[in-house]
């Protein structure tokens, strides 16, 4: 059945959904959304098994009227000249394996703080860049199938799950391990686009403004001393995050 979320360019809040910041505005946290979930995340990294959720969420703007996809954005900082080699989870030649980094669209089973658009049926991939000197980025898309009849309005001002980042354990201990599990990391979601079908007003919807609370920015092991605001703003390619969408 359509989803029957009214439609309107009023800020308004729904149940499944209470807006953080205004519409537009794009949250990163652990385990939940936005001021529901945690800005920080400590790692004994004494364990090689285990897995640490990042979530996105975004306060949808006006007029989303066929939401079908998300483009995610994630860029990662450490102090250091190198960025820790534990942080490397998909690029060719990294320390850590693809399996270290995957992306999650499923929240039917929780958490229920804000509005599950995609209800179990959106697939996706993730990519990652290899590091430049201390930094990283992290490239993501959501989406649902073509013709699926989940695709929708999103009401205005509404927060909405986007995704989740699992991030596993894999060699963060005893033999083998990468270096730097327990290196401080800023995470900070620069961007999520709305897709839409090219024949609904006002096309795709960008957004990046930072968010309620922690807004757009999470770190790991209390980040490091390294500021949101110093993460890059660099143009993204999508060719690579596509091809793994099936």
Not at 119 to 125: D, H, I, N, R, T
Request: aromatic share 6%; hydrophobic share 40%; charged share 10%.
């Amino acid at each position: 059945m359509k989803k029957t979320l009214l439609l309107t360019c009023t800020v308004l809040a729904l149940s499944a959904g209470i807006a953080a910041a205004g519409p537009g505005a794009v949250n990163l946290a652990w385990n939940n959304c936005s001021t529901n979930g945690q800005a920080d995340h400590l790692n004994a990294c004494t364990s090689n098994t285990g897995i640490n959720t990042l979530v996105g969420s975004f306060v949808a703007p006006c007029c989303v009227t066929a939401a079908s996809a998300n483009e995610i954005v994630i860029d990662l900082q450490s102090l250091g000249v190198s960025l820790p080699a534990w942080w490397g989870m998909r690029a060719t030649g990294t320390c850590r394996t693809s399996a270290s980094l995957l992306i999650n669209l499923d929240f039917t089973g929780g958490p229920f703080n804000c509005l599950d658009y995609w209800q179990g049926g959106a697939s996706g991939g993730v990519s990652e860049d290899a590091p430049v000197g201390n930094r990283a980025r992290i490239k993501a898309l959501g989406a649902l199938p073509a013709g699926s009849p989940l695709i929708g309005p999103i009401a205005e001002g509404t927060e909405v799950y986007s995704f989740k980042i699992n991030i596993n354990n894999a060699k963060s201990a005893g033999l083998g391990a990468c270096a730097g599990c327990n290196a401080g990391v800023t995470l900070v979601l620069n961007s999520i686009k709305i897709n839409q079908p090219v024949s609904e007003p006002g096309g795709g919807k960008f957004m990046s403004s930072p968010g309620a609370g922690n807004g757009q920015c999470a770190t790991w092991q209390g980040g490091g001393g390294v500021g949101c605001g110093a993460t890059p703003a660099r143009n993204a390619t999508w060719g690579s995050v596509k091809a793994l969408y099936r």
